[in-house]
């Protein structure tokens, strides 16, 4: 199982980007999936969370900006970011608890290798 996250840039403050995350290889089933993001010098910071049934949760510091929402058709996360600030500047990363296929699976939780997000001032 594979997490391919995309979409980072460099935006001004004020501006949006969407960023995606597709889960890819011998996939059963996925339930909740997530956002993190690690700015220098900060532990990494869960930033939004959705469960299969598109029940959503975040952090008090993106919540009414970030809109975290998935496909799962196409295992695949979205974070829609609006209104960014120069404090949203990160690496940010994607989260998955996967079932994969096989004889005597087991759920595991996966990580993408993260994008770049710079939100200049």
């Known amino acids: 199982v594979q997490l391919q996250a995309s979409g980072g840039g460099l935006v001004q403050a004020g501006g949006s980007l969407r960023l995606s995350c597709a889960a890819s290889?011998?996939?059963?089933?996925?339930?909740?999936m997530r956002w993190y993001r690690q700015a220098p010098g900060k532990q990494r910071e869960l930033v939004a969370g959705?469960?299969?049934?598109?029940?959503?949760s975040y952090s008090d510091s993106v919540k009414g900006r970030l809109t975290i929402s998935r496909d799962n058709a196409k295992n695949t996360v979205y974070l829609q970011m609006n209104s960014l600030k120069p404090e949203d500047t990160a690496v940010y990363y994607c989260n998955a608890d996967v079932l994969p296929t096989g004889l005597a699976p087991r759920w595991g939780s996966y990580w993408g290798q993260g994008t770049q997000v710079t939100v200049s001032s």
């Open positions: 290889g011998s996939i059963s089933l996925s339930n909740s």
């Open positions: 959705i469960t299969r049934v598109g029940s959503a």
